[in-house]
């Protein structure tokens, strides 16, 4: 099983002096780029639930597993890490997991996990973006069948489509798993 590390850990095997804590830094401080952002979603959920699961396993069919429920986390927002001319269009993809047990057409798509949270940063000002400021989030909590009526055939959720539905927009504090 796999520690959570705490950041001072030190290379070894080597005269150069350096720790775990500088890997992050290098590797993770921009938390808007989009492979970060999805991880750092997760977290979020994991701490709205007071849920922890330890390390994060990203093979697992699921993101998050509390209380037994798999949840899948799906992320965006509207500033990128890269130059934009616009904000981006807020849409989720990638709902679809491949089956273990083949069909005859092959292998099957399906939704994996019981509960879909998409999350987003509202900020479409650049100047007063902060991926930290959990003010700028907004989250839905869609269950499985849900999702299997919103999801357009080419696997996408848009965010004009679950405005569209009567699931509520929740902040970050008011997330919560009955």
Known sequence: MIQKLTGEEKFINTKSQFVVREFWQYGFSDLNLNIIRGVLAEF???KALN???GVRNPWDDHDVLYRNIKIEVK??????SWEQSRPSKIQWSGL???SVYHNKRGLEKILKSDIYI???NN???IENFNILDLSQWIFYI?????VEELVTKSGVITLKKLENTVIEP???DKIKLS
Do not use: M
């Open 44 to 46: 979020l959920i994991e």
């Open 51 to 53: 849920n922890s699961t």
């Open 75 to 80: 992320c965006s927002a509207y500033i990128q």
């Open 96 to 98: 679809y997991a491949h």
């Open 118 to 120: 998409f999350c987003y």
């Open 123 to 125: 900020n479409k000002d």
């Open 142 to 146: 869609v269950k499985r069948n849900e």
């Open 170 to 172: 929740l902040v970050f």
